[in-house]
């Protein structure tokens, strides 16, 4: 679909990108093929069933709402026999249920309208954590950036060598960030992803956790790692020392 003239080898992740919106499909197929991705598409759920089961792939896009075989039908039918990622994207105003999701085996989920810049962070996320899958079991994730580093495995964080104490949300927003770092995530998504429906009361909670995770990890070495975006939200920003 999307061949390049490259004398460079260089490792394009095959992506499956399940979708019948045609004007999705295009957009689709042009952003992730310019961010360095081959895209497959296919264009109903049997034709996803099909088309995975003869290619070889490294993440999954899924559509839920699809002709011919529902999203979370394909989403089990490739979990009998595969564990590759799947991030699965909704529609906005369809109830997804993070639960039933995580019982049928999807990674992650998106939301329309996204950006291709926040799906492609969690495209990259889901392959990070894509490449320990052979690891043996017990093996330890690490985020890190800077003197910042987090377990994912037995959550715990570490700001150089001191253990920093965190509470499950500050965990799950800080992990959040980090897989994002140099990405502005907006509030909704942060707010989506990191409390979804558990979010109550208002606005201020996510502030006040920004604002408590800052107190924690923010000290003379690294100060101001997580930069407020007015109206917009929060950016990780990366460490001088971390990027390439
Ligand atoms: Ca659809």
Redesign the pocket.
């Known amino acids: 679909m999307s061949k390049k003239s490259n004398a460079k080898v260089t490792v394009r992740p095959n992506v499956l990108l399940v ?3 045609e004007s999705f499909i295009d957009a689709l197929s042009i952003g992730l093929d310019r961010e360095g991705f081959d895209v497959v598409v296919a264009r109903d759920g049997q034709e996803a069933v099909e088309e995975f089961g003869a290619g070889r792939f490294d993440v999954v896009l899924l ?4 002709p011919k075989m529902s999203g979370l039908d394909v989403c089990r039918a490739i979990r009998q026999t595969s564990d590759v990622p799947i991030i699965v994207v909704s ?1 906005k105003g369809e109830e997804i249920d993070t639960v039933v999701m995580l019982e049928i085996g999807a990674d992650d989920y998106v939301t329309k309208p996204y950006r291709l810049r926040e799906l492609v962070a969690r495209i990259r996320a889901v392959l990070r954590r894509g490449d320990h899958h052979d690891d043996a079991e017990g093996s330890v994730e690490i985020l890190e950036q800077g003197p910042l580093r987090l377990e994912l495995d037995t959550r715990r964080c570490f700001v150089g060598a001191n253990e920093v104490k965190l509470r499950k949300k500050e965990f799950a927003l800080l992990e959040l960030l980090l897989e994002n770092a140099g990405r502005v995530l907006t509030r909704e998504q942060l707010i989506d992803q990191v409390w979804g429906s558990d979010y109550v009361g208002d606005t201020k909670t996510l502030d006040v956790h920004i604002k408590r995770l800052r107190s924690l990890i923010e000290d003379g070495n690294s100060p101001h790692v997580i930069t407020t975006l007015r109206g917009v939200g929060y950016r990780y920003e990366v460490s001088p020392s971390a990027s390439k």
């Open positions: 979708e019948d919106e559509d839920l709402m699809l529609a």
